[in-house]
């Protein structure tokens, strides 16, 4: 006997019960209709999975849910993104993934406690076989990922004949400028400053600091900010050049000069960059022997090659780095003192990275974009305790380390996205025991005082200089609240992202956003 309307099951009277009563029909639904699902605690914890699902783990390389069912959500689902739901709380309504168990259409939403507080999320596998339910989806998607790699070798391609053609053409030429030099932090920023101020010098420079700080890069960056940066920029190793060599490298070999020697001579390093600027690296290194032999060819002007007794006159800008303590090494008689203060004229000294962690986003960023342009990939993602882990390190070798660490990471890794434990497991295979995680702190203001604190004294001075304050720290706050992220900050301020760079690039400047 059919139901009548008085014997029909009745919806709840009240908000809350019609509310959960949809929550329930609608979960149901989702399981019965849906090819898998799955729920993550908020720690990203898989703490159920059903029936659906559980087809897909032996492709993922479990064979039982128990194995699956406890693990962190990216150990066992590589390239899912649950891990952004959980942090943001922003729901993924419709998403492809890829990973080894196929290609599919996924859902991914947060769940929330009644204080609207994130507690966890449910992951939904919509479609399982896309490439026949959603061919034409699928179609555009695969053409737009073509178009997207071909771009990125093309720009792997240009990169790479733009530094062939800076050194592989019979010039010699810088190969980066102030803008290469990453960060926004007081410590960055002032090595920029300094360095700019040296670039319109024509007195020696003296890069001080730790290996992998960057010397080099500041050495090219101060040639092409120069007056000498249509001339020649020769840089030598010193610490790579056996002691027997580094005169003939230095100064050249006259014709004929020893048995065995090129008939035609060859030019040395400061012939190589007359007009130029000259590039001493590792200058700490220097034998005694020719101590004395460089410093009488910056006092005067000229050089003579081995085996001749022609004297050459030079017009070269002497840039020299090293990661010793010059003054210690004259005390200890192993540096001439004459010598040290013909270099230490403009000394500038180039921060560790240990000092600058809030540019650790940053360069991040810059070095990821530059690995995915190297390798025709898309940059890595780095998630929150990824990026906290790497802002406590100490960093013994700086961003030469950081960049062999993210590397690792891009290489090792079957996901685009990067989490600690990747990155705890490269530093211990590399024999660092991982610090504590910490927190990426907002650069200082140069004042070292709240600028809200002062008095009005403050606005006593040029306005342009003002504004260009205030530009430096609106910058620093949103590349905070962005994480490090230059295209969220530039489209929050409002700016192009090369108007961001510029005024990264250049702080002092201000034309007005």
Same mark, same amino acid.
């Not at 001493?280 to 290194?285: A, H, M, P, Q």
């Not at 403050?458 to 620093?476: K, S, W």
């Given at each position: 006997?059919?139901?009548?309307? #008085?014997?029909?099951?009745?919806?709840?009277?009240?908000?809350?019960?019609?509310?959960?009563?949809?929550?329930?029909?609608?979960?149901?639904?989702?399981?019965?209709?849906?090819?898998?699902?799955?729920?993550? #605690?908020?720690?990203?914890?898989?703490?159920?999975?059903?029936?659906?699902?559980? &087809?897909?783990?032996?492709? @993922?390389?479990?064979?039982?849910?128990?194995?699956?069912?406890?693990?962190?959500?990216?150990?066992?689902?590589?390239?899912? +993104?649950?891990?952004?739901?959980?942090?943001?709380?922003?729901?993924? =309504?419709? #998403?492809?993934?890829?990973? !080894?168990?196929?290609?599919?259409?996924?859902?991914?939403?947060?769940?929330?406690?009644?204080?609207?507080?994130?507690?966890?999320?449910?992951?939904?596998?919509?479609?399982?076989?896309?490439?026949?339910?959603?061919?034409?989806?699928?179609?555009?998607?695969?053409?737009?990922?073509?178009?997207?790699?071909?771009?990125?070798?093309?720009?792997?391609?240009?990169?790479?004949?733009?530094?062939?053609?800076?050194?592989?053409?019979?010039?010699?030429?810088?190969?980066?400028?102030?803008?290469?030099?990453?960060?926004?932090?007081?410590?960055?920023?002032?090595?920029?400053?300094?360095?700019?101020?040296?670039?319109?010098?024509?007195?020696?420079?003296?890069? =001080?600091?730790?290996?992998?700080?960057?010397?080099?890069?500041?050495?090219?960056?101060? *040639?092409?900010?120069?007056?000498?940066?249509?001339?020649?920029?020769?840089?030598?190793?010193?610490?790579?050049?056996?002691?027997?060599?580094?005169?003939?490298?230095?100064?050249?070999?006259?014709?004929?000069?020893?048995?065995?020697?090129?008939? &035609?001579?060859?030019?040395?390093?400061?012939?190589?960059?007359?007009?130029?600027?000259?590039?001493?690296?590792?200058?700490?290194?220097?034998?005694?022997?020719? +101590?004395?032999?460089?410093?009488?060819?910056?006092?005067?002007?000229?050089?003579?090659?081995?085996?001749?007794?022609? @004297?050459?006159?030079?017009?070269?800008?002497?840039?020299?780095?090293?990661?010793?303590?010059?003054?210690?090494?004259?005390?200890?008689?192993?540096?001439?003192?004459?010598?040290?203060?013909?270099?230490?004229?403009?000394?500038?000294?180039?921060?560790? @990275?240990?000092?600058?962690?809030?540019?650790?986003?940053?360069?991040?960023?810059?070095?990821?974009?530059?690995?995915?342009?190297?390798?025709?990939?898309?940059?890595?993602?780095?998630?929150? #305790?990824?990026?906290?882990? =790497?802002?406590?390190?100490?960093? &013994?070798?700086?961003?030469?380390?950081?960049?062999?660490?993210?590397?690792?990471?891009?290489? &090792?890794?079957?996901?685009?996205?990067?989490?600690?434990?990747?990155?705890?497991?490269?530093?211990?295979?590399?024999?660092?025991?991982?610090?504590?995680?910490?927190?990426?702190?907002?650069?200082?203001?140069?004042?070292?005082?709240?600028?809200?604190?002062?008095?009005?004294?403050?606005?006593?001075?040029?306005?342009?200089?003002?504004?260009?304050?205030?530009?430096?720290?609106?910058?620093?706050?949103?590349?905070?609240? *962005?994480?490090?992220? !230059?295209?969220?900050?530039?489209?929050?301020?409002?700016?192009?992202?090369?108007?961001?760079?510029?005024?990264?690039?250049?702080?002092?400047?201000?034309?007005?956003?």
């Amino acid at each position: 006997m059919p139901l009548t309307t #008085d014997d029909a099951p009745a919806l709840p009277l009240d908000a809350q019960g019609i509310l959960e009563l949809a929550a329930r029909s609608m979960f149901q639904l989702f399981s019965s209709v849906s090819q898998g699902m799955f729920l993550v #605690d908020r720690s990203g914890r898989i703490v159920w999975v059903n029936e659906g699902y559980q &087809r897909f783990l032996p492709d @993922l390389g479990f064979s039982s849910v128990d194995q699956f069912v406890g693990r962190m959500v990216e150990e066992v689902i590589p390239n899912t +993104q649950m891990r952004r739901v959980l942090d943001t709380g922003q729901p993924v =309504l419709i #998403d492809l993934l890829t990973n !080894k168990a196929g290609t599919f259409v996924v859902s991914r939403i947060p769940l929330r406690d009644d204080a609207g507080g994130v507690i966890g999320a449910i992951g939904i596998v919509l479609f399982d076989h896309p490439e026949t339910t959603l061919q034409p989806l699928i179609s555009k998607f695969a053409l737009l990922q073509r178009d997207l790699d071909d771009a990125r070798r093309e720009l792997a391609r240009q990169r790479n004949r733009s530094l062939a053609a800076a050194g592989g053409d019979g010039e010699r030429r810088a190969k980066y400028t102030f803008a290469s030099f990453v960060g926004s932090s007081t410590a960055a920023a002032e090595v920029k400053r300094q360095a700019r101020r040296a670039a319109q010098s024509q007195s020696p420079v003296l890069l =001080l600091g730790e290996t992998g700080t960057g010397k080099e890069l500041l050495a090219h960056a101060i *040639h092409a900010a120069s007056s000498r940066a249509s001339g020649p920029f020769v840089s030598v190793n010193i610490a790579a050049v056996p002691d027997t060599l580094l005169e003939a490298e230095f100064f050249g070999v006259a014709p004929g000069a020893y048995t065995g020697a090129d008939r &035609r001579g060859r030019d040395g390093k400061f012939k190589l960059a007359d007009g130029g600027t000259l590039f001493l690296d590792e200058i700490g290194d220097m034998p005694q022997s020719l +101590q004395a032999k460089l410093l009488r060819a910056l006092q005067e002007g000229e050089i003579e090659p081995l085996g001749s007794n022609k @004297l050459v006159p030079f017009d070269v800008r002497i840039l020299a780095a090293t990661s010793r303590d010059l003054a210690a090494l004259v005390r200890e008689g192993k540096f001439r003192e004459d010598l040290f203060y013909r270099l230490h004229v403009l000394p500038v000294r180039v921060p560790p @990275l240990r000092a600058r962690r809030s540019d650790i986003p940053a360069l991040v960023e810059s070095l990821g974009e530059d690995l995915a342009l190297r390798n025709s990939t898309a940059p890595p993602e780095l998630l929150p #305790d990824a990026m906290a882990l =790497l802002a406590g390190q100490p960093w &013994r070798g700086n961003i030469r380390e950081l960049r062999n660490v993210l590397e690792q990471a891009v290489m &090792r890794s079957d996901s685009q996205s990067i989490d600690a434990a990747q990155l705890e497991r490269i530093l211990r295979e590399a024999g660092v025991e991982p610090a504590a995680p910490a927190a990426v702190q907002e650069p200082m203001h140069a004042d070292g005082d709240d600028p809200e604190k002062q008095d009005d004294s403050r606005y006593l001075r040029p306005l342009a200089e003002q504004v260009a304050e205030l530009e430096r720290r609106a910058i620093a706050a949103t590349l905070k609240a *962005h994480g490090g992220n !230059k295209l969220a900050t530039a489209r929050q301020l409002g700016i192009s992202r090369a108007t961001l760079y510029g005024r990264l690039e250049n702080p002092e400047q201000n034309s007005g956003i």
